[in-house]
């Protein structure tokens, strides 16, 4: 018996937790439920966060997560559920199987079967943003080692788990050498750990267009976040429908499991809904609590049920489907199919066991970490980069000098081009001028003279050799 947290969340979410339930109930699902409320009227009674104090009690004690989808108040500073949850517990592994259920559900990509695992907790969704100057904002794209290892090898280890023969990684390696480089070089490091399975790596922009054309050239694809959020949903919409796929938020600790929609309030309390996202999360759970033979039963039963053409409003066709049926009467039909396999579609077999066997990060010994130089960001609201230069000379110290400008990235100086357009935002690179290791001391003094000379400094970047080896970007075009 597994005891399990349940939220049923607002709009349709009720109804499509409740037939949910009754289908993994009646399959013999050995779990036992605390509920808790979550969203609207939590949000309404004024807690910020849709959730209370004792609810996360709960769920920290349970671990496992059943979640209907909420509704988020417009404006008002409410923040995502889901972010926090996410976010709070740690559930770095996001995965969302999208399978084509031709010529049930419609489709222009009839033998897709692709898993989408995306990072869940960094890359541009640490929500680290900050002004720097009148025309410039900045958010931070934060890539960990043990952010890419966790998820890399979640990747691998679903693949070996659930039988799939390729993991797939999208980067934009090409251009971020540092933040999606390190992705890019932990997923080449932890595949030779997996020789059965076959890698490769696509940049992101062609991958993405090559599934959204061939998604049967895919199987599992691991991305960081930012990329995952939009492909994965690119990959519900192109399966079919973003109304039958789920998901699973995985964490070292607890898991999340959910639909992908949302609380589709104009269709809520009608007995309209298709549950069948939220069904996929849930069998997802079963396979993570290890009662793979319960997620079996209910997915070959569920694939029966579209099969048979018994469909919800939401996919229901004219040609394609048999029967209009209500939430309630969708569900009664997979219980009645439970025990039965489909025979156009492909049933399921899951293994005895999915758990996966998930090395826990170990920190690796530091590098050698040398300080080689460190840029100074200037608002400056003039357009000429020589008069900047020529504004940081005194600046300098006696044997660290100005070597480079850049502006948005491109060198304008020394040697810049006039057409280069140029905002009020400049990244001014000092250097010693003999091959030596700079101080932090003589970043203060550069600081000091800095301001002293009205030069407006908005931040600084320390530059690192890590093993002998320059770790921060050259200027474009340097
Ligand atoms: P939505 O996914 O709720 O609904 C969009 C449309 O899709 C609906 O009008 C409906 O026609 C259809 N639809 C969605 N799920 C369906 C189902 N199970 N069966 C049949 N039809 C279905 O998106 P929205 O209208 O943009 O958002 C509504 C609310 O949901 C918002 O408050 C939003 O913040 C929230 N939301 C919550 C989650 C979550 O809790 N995980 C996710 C997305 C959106």
């Known amino acids: 018996m597994t005891r399990i947290t349940v939220a049923k969340g607002d709009g ?5 937790m409740d037939a949910t339930l009754a289908i993994i109930q009646a ?21 910020t966060s849709g959730i209370a104090k004792e609810s996360w009690d709960i769920i920290r004690r349970n671990k496992i997560f059943l979640k209907a989808p909420i509704t988020t108040p417009q404006g008002g500073g409410y923040k995502s559920l889901n972010v926090t949850t996410r976010k709070f517990l740690g559930l770095y592994a996001n995965i969302r199987p999208c399978i084509s259920l031709h010529p049930f559900v419609q489709t222009k990509h009839p033998i897709m079967d692709v898993v989408i695992v995306r990072e869940n907790e960094e890359d541009l969704y640490a929500g680290i943003e900050h002004q720097q100057t009148d025309e410039v904002v900045q958010c931070l794209k934060l890539i960990s080692r043990p952010g890419c290892e966790k998820i890399v090898r979640y990747a691998f280890e679903y693949a070996k788990q659930y039988g799939r023969k390729k993991v797939t990684c999208f980067t934009k390696d090409n251009i971020m050498k540092q933040t999606d480089g390190l992705f890019h070089q932990v997923f080449d490091e932890i595949a030779k750990e997996y020789p059965e399975i076959e890698n490769e790596h696509w940049i992101i922009d062609i991958g993405a267009a090559k599934m959204a054309d061939t998604p049967e050239a895919f199987d599992v694809i691991v991305m960081p976040n930012l990329y995952g959020d939009v492909l994965s949903d690119v990959a519900a919409q192109i399966a079919g429908s973003v109304g039958l796929a789920g998901s699973a938020n995985i964490g070292e600790q607890c898991a999340m499991f959910e639909a992908i929609h949302g609380s589709a309030p104009r269709r809520a309390g009608q007995n309209m809904a298709n549950p069948s996202g939220l ?3 849930a069998i997802m759970m079963l396979n993570h609590i290890g009662q793979t033979e319960v997620a079996e039963k209910v997915q070959n039963a569920w694939l029966k049920t579209i099969e048979d053409g018994i469909h919800t409003y939401d996919i229901y066709k004219e040609a394609t489907s048999k029967q209009k049926v209500g939430t309630r009467e969708f569900a009664e039909a997979v219980i009645a199919n439970l025990g039965k396999k489909p025979s156009q579609l492909k049933p399921v077999t899951y293994a005895k066991s999915t758990t996966l066997n998930l090395k826990k990060y170990s920190r690796k010994a530091p590098a050698k970490k040398e300080l080689v130089g460190v840029d100074l960001f200037v608002q400056w609201n003039e357009n000429s980069a020589d008069r900047l230069a020529e504004l940081l000379k005194p600046v300098q110290l006696s044997d660290v000098s100005l070597s480079m400008i850049t502006n948005r990235g491109i060198k304008v100086w020394p040697e810049g081009f006039e057409e280069t357009f140029c905002t009020d935002h400049w990244r001014c690179r000092f250097k010693p001028s003999n091959e030596r290791l700079l101080t932090k001391e003589e970043i203060i003094q550069l600081l000091q003279r800095a301001t002293a000379n009205q030069i407006d400094v908005i931040k600084t970047e320390n530059l690192y050799h890590f093993d002998g080896k320059p770790a921060f970007s050259l200027g474009q075009g340097q």
Do not use: C, M, S
């Open 279 to 281: 069904l996929q999360g």
């Open 27 to 47: 399959a013999g699902a050995k779990i036992e439920i605390d509920e808790i409320e979550v969203g609207e009227k939590v949000y309404l009674a004024g807690n």
């Open 12 to 16: 349709i979410g009720p109804e499509i």
